[in-house]
């Protein structure tokens, strides 16, 4: 600790707080300190102070204070060690080595690696810029411009041009990478006939940085007739650079936003062209989940660069699901979320394009709190004032109990509004909305983490469970064999999960209904329905243990089954009784 201590010391002594404070706003002296508009809040007038004699820097007009590495770390949107690290290489100090890394053998190895990756994403993304401005790149260029982007945008984001599927490893390899780290980067593939092959050729490439600038993957947008049959959009598979699920597209200019100005809020859309078209229109503080569901690593992300996000998805009913588990991930972080209606389900491209930026502004400012949009989806699916008393009562059960689950994972103020909200459009009391919150054990604080259909064999519910702990990509969930499977839908999902496990790539819960476009709203439930807020971890991953080891069995048994049955057959046939007295021991162990 007193190593720690004084390294920390060491780096505050070599960064002096004014002139770090000066290399990000405008700072002027007044008599012994100098004065700013706070870059953490709005102002006109200058309330923030740096103070160069007590090294500190305080805000009177929002509060804000602390020293050197407290402002690099609110300035740049990283933890209080990454702040250190970004003064220690302002004042060439070299970082100590943790314990852990100390005893990390590896730890060298692997940070020379990711740099060694880094730069060949790089030289990746200045060949892709080159080629989108050479003569090859003109029809990316048009069809770029034809979507009404500037050439300036185009630089901004540094759209990039892949001319065919073997121009890029060619120009890699003779840069000097390797093949082997070039296929680790995640840039290129090997073909089935083992050629190199750029996965991403004849594409619109959008560069993905992370927060600090620096490319990390590419998305590819199909230009040729036949490569539509592969995707519209294609992103880089995951590498230990890039996770699609913990990214967000176009974090980098958010965090640019906020050193120029506090920002009041971020609005998370689905795709990067739609950042892109939401940036030219002015609105430059939006980030996209690239068409994955949220999780709770991008809720980190997002906080660290302001309290409040907007989300603006298209409105496919099939996907609210989906899109509602994301936001309570988002609330749970502590941000306000606030949902955006996009009308005649057009994504905000379109919508953009057609009524222009005032009109986007106008569904900004009339965006729904987490909670009323919940509420609509309620109402949406359960008409409890129906003209028809049969509909009416069927209905109604159904939607306070959907209403009883939203309202416990509210904080208590939320919650007494929202009681009051809902006792006026049932008619139940606010006593008793109060007596079931309180309720233990009741709907979906069972320790059963997923609405099971009573009638299901254990062995279905199993699959399901297993099913969607796959989807959504827990990292407790892994299953070596594909399951027999006794449904249409069960064994489209589970085609689909091995499939992007034999591929390598991160399965997406969008894709849910793509595979299974024909299931029932039931089915559909068994996986979204599912709550994997970090509160649930620890039970989610017991009861996924406790389902793998029922698929298993039940595995083992059709094989008992079946020796069983032959054993009738043949009972003196002495290789399958060895057999059985293995498989019977196999299920014993398990």
């Known amino acids: 600790m007193a190593d720690y201590k004084s390294f920390i010391q060491q780096v505050k002594q070599a960064n002096d707080i004014v002139d770090v404070v000066g290399s990000y706003i405008e700072l002027r002296p007044r008599g012994t300190n100098h004065m700013a ?12 102070n740096v103070n160069r004699n007590m090294q500190i820097f305080k805000c009177f007009g929002c509060g804000e204070s602390g020293d050197v590495i407290t402002f690099v770390e609110k300035i740049e949107s990283c933890s209080t060690w990454e702040a250190v690290e970004i003064l220690a290489k302002r004042a060439n100090i070299p970082m100590p080595e943790t314990p852990s890394q100390r005893e990390d053998k590896q730890f060298a190895a692997r940070k020379k690696q990711k740099d060694l990756h880094l730069e060949i994403c790089r030289e990746t993304a200045v060949f892709y810029f ?3 401005r050479s003569e090859k790149g003109k029809k990316a260029r048009d069809y770029f411009e034809g979507r009404g982007f500037s050439a300036d945008t ?22 000097g990478f390797s093949e082997e780290e070039c296929l680790k980067a995640g840039v290129i593939q090997k073909s089935k006939n083992g050629r190199l092959i750029d996965a991403l050729g004849r594409r619109l490439i959008v560069p993905i940085f992370n927060m600090q600038g620096k490319v990390i993957a590419f998305g590819g947008r199909a230009l040729e007739e036949q490569d539509l049959n592969f995707g519209k959009y294609k992103n880089t598979s995951d590498t230990p650079l890039f996770t699609k699920k913990n990214n967000l597209f176009a974090l980098n200019i958010a965090k640019e936003q906020k050193q120029q100005s506090a920002l009041k809020h971020l609005v998370v859309v689905e795709g990067y062209m739609d950042v892109i078209a939401m940036y030219q229109a002015g609105f430059k503080t939006t980030v996209a989940s690239m068409g994955t569901s949220l999780t709770a690593e991008q809720a980190r992300w997002l906080s660290r660069l302001t309290d409040t996000v907007y989300i603006c998805y298209d409105g496919d009913s099939a996907g609210q699901k989906a899109t509602v588990r994301g936001l309570d991930i988002l609330d749970e972080a502590g941000l306000e979320v606030r949902v955006m209606s996009v009308p005649n389900n057009q994504d905000p491209d379109e919508y953009i394009k057609a009524h222009g930026r005032d009109a986007f502004e106008k569904l900004i400012e009339q965006a729904m709190p987490l909670p009323d949009y919940k509420i609509q989806l309620l109402d949406n699916s359960f008409d409890i ?8 009562n069927n209905a109604m059960p159904k939607y306070v109990k959907g209403a009883i689950i939203m309202l416990r994972q509210l904080d208590e103020n939320r919650q007494r509004h929202y009681i009051s909200v809902l006792s006026a459009k049932t008619g139940y009391s606010t006593d008793y909305f109060m007596r079931k919150i309180a309720e233990k054990g009741s709907d979906s604080q069972t320790d059963e ?6 009638a299901m064999s254990p062995e279905t519910k199993a699959k399901f469970f297993v099913a969607s702990c796959l989807l959504h990509g827990q990292d407790y969930a892994s299953l070596d064999e594909k399951p027999r499977c006794d ?16 591929k390598g790539e991160q399965p997406t819960v969008d894709m849910l209904y793509t595979i299974c476009p024909n299931a029932t709203q039931e089915e559909y439930d068994q996986i979204i329905d599912v709550d994997f807020s970090p509160k649930r971890y620890s039970k989610n991953a017991q009861y996924f243990a406790e389902c793998k080891r029922v698929i298993l069995v039940e595995e083992l048994q059709k094989e008992k089954n079946k020796l069983l049955a032959q054993m009738k057959k043949d009972p003196t046939n002495v290789e399958l009784l060895h057999k059985l007295a293995e498989i019977s021991a196999k299920i014993t162990s398990i």
Do not use: W
């Open 154 to 175: 185009a630089k901004k984001f540094g759209i990039g041009y892949s001319p065919d599927s073997y121009s890029l490893p060619n120009y890699l390899l003779g840069k």
């Open 385 to 392: 004032t129906s003209s028809d008393p049969a509909v009416r």
């Open 449 to 454: 983490p997923t609405p099971m259909d009573n």
């Open 37 to 48: 508009r706070c870059p953490f809040h709005g102002e006109k007038t200058p309330s923030f």
């Open 487 to 502: 449904t249409l839908f069960l064994s489209n999902l589970y085609n689909y999960l091995f499939d992007c496990k034999q």
């Open 130 to 132: 080159k080629a989108y």
